[in-house]
Each structure stands twice: as structure tokens, then as C-alpha cells.
């Protein structure tokens, strides 16, 4: 079964830039989303297609997608942007990956 | 404006079965894929299955298969998830969510979710 692997946290200071990657098999030719989920809330979509973003959602949140690896990046972080991050494809069945807790400094 | 409302929370044996509902309003509801995800306590998200409101299509993860139902019902614009057999490791909070479209799995509106908890 396809997997999706993240770190399980990254941090940033307040202002600079938080990286998430996710790695899977050959990963840059799928269609990779993310979701944002603070705590105890549901999940939002963040980007979807690898690198649009949805409306309503800040111009600091922007993805790519290359070889084995997609990236969510948080320009400029705020206090809100702390919170989990999860990225998903399609493969033959829903996957998520494993997740990864940011935090701001 | 799309909403996504969950049905409250349950507690069950092991062994039983649950339906949750999740009734949408605010769309076209036999336009769009409706999935469910779950998430166990202090775990990650879990891909359930979906169902086409249109047809009564559904589709399910491998692991789920055989212990998971989803329905809908167009009169009321409301779809379901039943879990059979219920085991401990099923404790988690149940999300519905919407596909953009047919078969995208891009999950563009959430419910708030449902706890189940399994419990002697």
C-alpha cells in the first residue's frame, strides 16, 4: 500500500518560514493536498492540486511537488498557523500522511 | 453557505454497530462525492470510503471493507456511516467531508465530527 511520510513536527520563529515536507514513491506525478487541523477542530484544505490554494486561505500558504517529495510552505508565520499538517493523495485508495505538528516560536 | 452536520456523539460496546449521519445543506447534494476520515485519539487522519449521493456509489478502504456501510438519502440531503463490529480501536471522531467534485479527494468542507467510543 502506497505510504506518505512526514516529519512529526517542525517549528519556526514568529515571521519566518516553516517548511513541510512529505515524502512518497514517486510522489512529484500525483496530485498532493493539505490540511491544516487545530486543536480539537476539523481539518482544512490548505492547498490542494499540490499548489493552488483555496479561497480564503493566506497567499503565505503555498506547495510544490517534485520527484519523491511535495512541500507545504508557511511564509511569514503567525501564532494562528500552529497547528498539525497533514498531506493526502489518491492511490488506488485515500491516504493520508502521518502528520506533522507545527510549531511557533 | 455549505454546512456539514454531525450527528452527537455515541458510546457502544464492543461488537455493536454505530450510524452516524452527516446532513448537508447549502449545495447540490447529488453533485458531489461525500467521504468519511477518522481520527483516533492523538493519532492521524484515516480514509474511510465515499459515496455518490447520485447513485448510492460507494467505495471503501480495504481495511474497512465488509465492517462499513455508507448510505444516503436525497429526500433529507443526508449520508451515513455505519460501522459494524465494533472493536476499541475503533474509538475515534468520525468526519464526513465533501469532494470538490466526482472522485477528486480534495475534501473542500468538513463536518465538526462525531466521538464514538467504544466501551465495556
Known amino acids: 500500500s502506497y505510504e506518505l511520510t512526514q516529519p512529526l513536527s517542525v517549528s519556526a520563529a514568529l515571521g519566518q518560514t516553516a517548511r513541510i515536507p512529505c515524502g512518497g514513491s514517486?510522489?512529484?506525478?500525483?496530485?498532493v493536498h493539505w490540511y491544516q487541523q487545530r486543536p480539537g477542530q476539523a481539518p482544512i484544505l490548505v492547498i490542494y492540486r499540490s499548489k493552488h490554494r483555496p479561497s480564503g486561505i493566506p497567499e503565505r500558504f503555498s506547495g510544490s511537488n517534485s520527484g519523491n517529495t511535495a512541500t507545504l510552505t508557511i511564509s511569514r508565520v503567525q501564532a494562528e498557523d500552529e497547528a498539525d499538517y497533514y498531506c493526502q493523495v489518491w492511490a488506488t485508495t485515500g491516504v493520508f500522511g502521518t502528520g506533522t505538528r507545527v510549531t511557533v516560536l | 453557505q455549505v454546512q456539514l452536520v454531525q450527528s452527537g456523539a455515541e458510546v457502544k460496546k464492543p461488537g455493536a454497530s454505530v450510524k452516524v449521519s452527516c446532513k448537508t445543506s447549502?449545495?447540490?447534494?447529488?453533485?458531489?462525492?461525500l467521504h468519511w476520515v477518522r481520527q483516533a485519539p492523538g493519532q492521524g487522519l484515516e480514509w474511510m470510503g465515499w459515496?455518490?449521493?447520485?447513485?448510492?456509489?460507494?467505495f471503501y478502504a480495504q481495511r474497512f471493507h465488509g465492517r462499513v456501510t455508507l448510505t444516503s438519502d436525497t429526500s433529507s440531503s443526508t449520508v451515513y456511516m455505519e460501522l459494524s463490529r465494533l472493536q476499541y480501536d475503533d474509538t475515534a471522531v468520525y468526519y464526513c467531508?465533501?469532494?470538490?467534485?466526482?472522485?477528486?479527494?480534495?475534501?473542500?468542507?468538513w463536518g465538526l465530527g462525531t466521538l464514538v467510543t467504544v466501551s465495556s
Open positions: 447549502g449545495y447540490t447534494f447529488t453533485g458531489f462525492y
Open positions: 467531508a465533501r469532494d470538490v467534485g466526482l472522485g477528486n479527494y480534495i475534501l473542500d468542507f
Open positions: 459515496v455518490y449521493p447520485n447513485s448510492g456509489a460507494t
Open positions: 514517486d510522489l512529484g506525478s500525483r496530485s
